[in-house]
């Protein structure tokens, strides 16, 4: 499976500041919990590669 394959899976996803200075990631589906915790720096950096993943998609389907 790649990024390009699509499934028909769903998950929730929630992003919050954690009581130990972290950021977490939490994403659940049906039976699975999977809990990321990432430094603030960490995060910043995905936040980064998410913007421009979104701006990379914009350009594909604009």
Do not use: K
């Not at 589906?29 to 720096?41: A, V």
Request: hydrophobic share 40%; proline share 5%.
């Amino acid at each position: 499976m790649g990024i390009n394959t699509e499934r028909d899976i769903e998950a929730n996803l929630q992003i919050g500041p954690t009581d130990h200075g972290m950021v977490r990631l939490f994403i659940e589906g049906t039976g699975i919990e999977i809990p990321m915790d990432f430094e603030p720096e960490e995060a910043e950096e995905i936040a980064e590669e998410i913007r421009a993943a979104a701006q990379a998609a914009r350009a594909v389907s604009g």
